[in-house]
């Protein structure tokens, strides 16, 4: 069994890097689900506002972070589709390897048409 380097317990294989990118994803969709429904929220105490707040997020700084919001959310839910077939399937650890790999490229061709027609929204108009 090799042995994990000194003063760690982690050797930066793809499993504790999947953990790493779920847990930062879950935490980053998270913030975006607290932060929608206090500016939703706001609708009832004042439309006006309301629509203050909306229009401030029609921007390209705003349109590049739903780009991010999008990949967190895709990325999220295949590796989380991952994470179930590794516990409740009998060959799942032995797979571990090719299945990130797959929730990888899965996400690589949804984001790349998505970015690139998203971005084209954003900027041109």
Known sequence: MPKAPAGTLYRGREGMWSWVAHRVTGIGIFFFLFA???DTALVRVSPEAYNEVIDTYKNPIVGLLEVGLVAAVVFHAFNGLRIVLVDFWSKGPRYQKHMFATV???WVVLMVPFTIRHLSHVFGG
């Open 36 to 38: 929608h429904i206090l």
């Open 104 to 106: 990888l490229v899965l």
